[in-house]
């Protein structure tokens, strides 16, 4: 009973999501945080940086590797991202006749707190080796809400007062979920989590700055022993790591989106030595800066997305 209605609530989804998106890849929606993807055929490789939301796929089915960890996901599980992560995503089951449909919906944290602070929300402790990415189960009920989100767009008028009651509502699913402990341990004040997350945010959003491991450190509130043992766990990577993977990715959106020579992207987004640039990018992407991005403006290629939820 419970299976047939969940897979009526994905047939629906995906129509709506037809609907609002036509023929268009990638939709920016007037609901604040969501947008819609679509493809129709399995794509390459992409590295990207996945913002801290849930990714609902209504039909075909998506891999992502964070380190060395693969997270594959479909119609019956989502996406589940609690920091910003610099991921490898591809596309691995699309097709013209049944193309990957999906949702995005980007968290704010101060609406998460809120929810956790609600006395009748109670929710699983964390095992302290997860990382900050999860898959979990779409239930009916998960599914519904989703489905009266993407409603919402063709009312527009009722977006400002509704579209924040049913995000609450999608939150509040994920949190009574097995994988909400790790939602809750990033929004948590003083959890080990939340304070690795402070670190990770500094990072994101000084990644061109010089890096000093004991300053992030104070900014955490913890050991340098203990910072790289949680930031290791909750992206797999060091904190030296994630920097390098967000300058990289954002260097070749630099000359992919605004036609900045290599070295200038180097020095943009912080590298001191253009050499060192080409060589770390060339080991990251498979080949040096300008001949990928020559491979990337080929007609044939699979469109770039540096950064996103989906």
């Given at each position: 009973?419970?299976?047939?209605?969940a897979?009526?609530?994905?047939?629906?989804?995906?129509r709506k999501?037809?609907?609002?998106?036509?023929s268009?890849?990638?939709?920016?929606?007037?609901?604040p945080?969501?947008?819609?993807h679509r493809?129709?055929?399995?794509t390459?490789p992409c590295?990207m940086?996945y913002?801290?939301?849930v990714t609902?796929?209504?039909?075909?089915?998506k891999?992502v590797d964070?380190?060395?960890?693969?997270?594959?996901?479909d119609?019956?599980r989502?996406?589940l991202?609690?920091?910003?992560l610099?991921?490898?995503?591809?596309?691995?089951?699309a097709?013209?006749?049944?193309?990957?449909?999906?949702?995005?919906?980007?968290?704010e944290m101060?609406?998460?707190r809120?929810l956790?602070?609600?006395?009748?929300?109670?929710v699983?402790?964390?095992?302290?080796d997860?990382?900050?990415?999860?898959?979990?189960e779409?239930?009916?009920?998960?599914?519904?809400?989703c489905?009266?989100?993407v409603?919402?767009?063709a009312?527009?008028?009722?977006?400002p007062?509704?579209?924040d009651?049913?995000?609450?509502?999608?939150i509040?699913?994920i949190?009574r979920g097995?994988?909400?402990?790790?939602l809750?341990?990033?929004?948590t004040?003083?959890?080990?989590?939340?304070r690795?997350?402070k670190a990770?945010?500094?990072i994101r959003?000084?990644?061109a700055?010089p890096l000093?491991?004991?300053?992030?450190?104070e900014?955490?509130?913890m050991g340098?022993?203990?910072?790289?043992?949680?930031?290791?766990?909750?992206?797999?990577?060091?904190p030296?790591?994630?920097?390098?993977q967000?300058?990289?990715?954002a260097?070749?959106g630099?000359?992919l989106m605004?036609?900045?020579?290599?070295?200038?992207a180097?020095?943009?987004?912080g590298?001191?030595?253009?050499?060192?640039?080409?060589r770390?990018?060339s080991?990251?992407?498979?080949q040096?800066?300008?001949r990928?991005?020559?491979?990337?403006?080929l007609p044939?290629?699979?469109?770039?997305?540096?950064?996103?939820?989906?």
């Amino acid at each position: 009973m419970l299976r047939d209605q969940a897979h009526e609530l994905r047939t629906e989804l995906a129509r709506k999501i037809v609907s609002f998106i036509g023929s268009a890849e990638n939709r920016a929606t007037e609901i604040p945080g969501l947008t819609l993807h679509r493809r129709t055929a399995p794509t390459a490789p992409c590295s990207m940086t996945y913002e801290p939301s849930v990714t609902v796929i209504a039909q075909g089915r998506k891999r992502v590797d964070l380190g060395r960890t693969s997270f594959t996901y479909d119609a019956s599980r989502f996406l589940l991202t609690s920091v910003d992560l610099p991921v490898v995503s591809r596309v691995t089951e699309a097709s013209e006749e049944v193309p990957c449909l999906a949702l995005s919906l980007r968290f704010e944290m101060p609406v998460v707190r809120e929810l956790l602070s609600r006395e009748e929300i109670d929710v699983a402790e964390v095992p302290s080796d997860s990382p900050g990415m999860a898959t979990g189960e779409t239930t009916v009920e998960f599914l519904g809400a989703c489905c009266r989100l993407v409603d919402l767009l063709a009312s527009p008028q009722d977006i400002p007062f509704l579209s924040d009651l049913i995000q609450r509502e999608i939150i509040y699913r994920i949190l009574r979920g097995a994988e909400g402990a790790r939602l809750r341990a990033i929004a948590t004040l003083g959890e080990q989590s939340h304070r690795t997350a402070k670190a990770v945010a500094w990072i994101r959003a000084n990644y061109a700055k010089p890096l000093c491991v004991e300053d992030l450190a104070e900014i955490a509130g913890m050991g340098v022993s203990t910072l790289h043992h949680h930031f290791r766990v909750l992206t797999a990577m060091s904190p030296l790591q994630y920097r390098k993977q967000l300058r990289l990715q954002a260097a070749r959106g630099l000359m992919l989106m605004d036609g900045l020579d290599a070295a200038s992207a180097a020095f943009e987004v912080g590298y001191e030595s253009a050499s060192q640039f080409n060589r770390e990018y060339s080991r990251f992407f498979g080949q040096p800066p300008m001949r990928d991005i020559r491979t990337l403006r080929l007609p044939s290629a699979q469109p770039m997305e540096s950064v996103g939820v989906g």
